[in-house]
Nanobody, 128 residues
Framework: QVQLVESGGGLVQAGGSLRLSCAAS????????MGWFRQAPGKEREFVSA????????RYADSVRGRFTISRDNAKNTVYLQMISLKPEDTAVYYC?????????????????????WGQGTQVTVSS
């Protein structure tokens, strides 16, 4: 049974930082691209960042590029999202996801339907 368990969310002031973690089990971790999505109340789930199987390639949504950094540790079956300079508009539930396919330059990777497994999410709230 595949499990993706996010942690590290919380309440932070604007300009602050958080580091999200996602621990994976039940799947060959290094065979999967990993990603982060987020969903704010009343909005659709949106792509945040993704990383290829061995971390060679990464991509980011324009709204977070330069502020968020995705990384992975295949020895620990864990993917991370370091977030700095947080803004109130970053407030959302953040979801970890795993996918068998990763395309660096295709919208395919940014679509939620392209991802095979999902975590339950962790709340990030940024106060102004």
């Amino acid at each position: 049974q595949v499990q993706l368990v996010e942690s590290g969310g919380g309440l932070v002031q604007a300009g602050g930082s958080l580091r999200l973690s996602c621990a994976a089990s039940g799947l060959p971790f290094s065979s999967y691209a990993m990603g982060w999505f987020r969903q704010a109340p009343g909005k659709e789930r949106e792509f945040v960042s993704a990383i290829s199987r061995f971390g060679t390639n990464t991509r980011y949504a324009d709204s977070v590029r330069g502020r968020f950094t995705i990384s992975r540790d295949n020895a620990k079956n864990t993917v991370y999202l370091q977030m700095i300079s947080l803004k109130p508009e970053d407030t959302a539930v953040y979801y970890c996801a795993a996918a068998t396919n990763y395309y660096q330059n295709s919208d395919y990777t940014t679509r939620p339907g392209s991802w095979n497994y999902w975590g339950q999410g962790t709340q990030v709230t940024v106060s102004s």
